[in-house]
């Protein structure tokens, strides 16, 4: 399973941030958005950046899309953006919520 991160809660133009490789242990669909979740939020360092020493947000698992010029890290996932979930060719459209994620229709 494989899961796009799309930030377009605080931006102008929704931008693809990160694909998210979902281990394959990870079968229910929550989990894998709780999991795409985790690792695109700065918690202990950067997702986005891999020049951070001992940086606890790094995952390999985790591939940036977006870069900025200046080199800062991407910011976290927040509440309104979207996770697109690649599921055996079966894909649909979540937005993070206040509590938990909501299909986009």
């Not at 990160?18 to 690792?39: C, F, G, H, Q, T």
């Not at 951070?52 to 899309?65: A, F, K, M, Q, R």
Request: aromatic fraction near 8%; avoid cysteine.
């Amino acid at each position: 399973m494989k899961i796009t991160v799309v930030h377009k809660a605080f931006e102008d133009t929704p931008t693809n941030v990160a694909l998210v490789n979902v281990p394959s242990e990870i079968k229910n669909v929550d989990s894998a958005l709780e999991y795409a979740y985790r690792w695109t939020n700065n918690v202990m360092g950067s997702w986005s950046r891999d020049d951070i020493e001992n940086n606890g947000d790094e995952n390999p698992n985790v591939t940036p899309l977006f870069f900025h010029p200046d080199g800062m890290g991407v910011r976290s996932t927040s509440m309104g953006d979207q996770m697109i979930v690649d599921n055996d060719d079966n894909i649909t459209t979540y937005e993070v919520a206040m509590l938990g994620f909501e299909e986009v229709a």
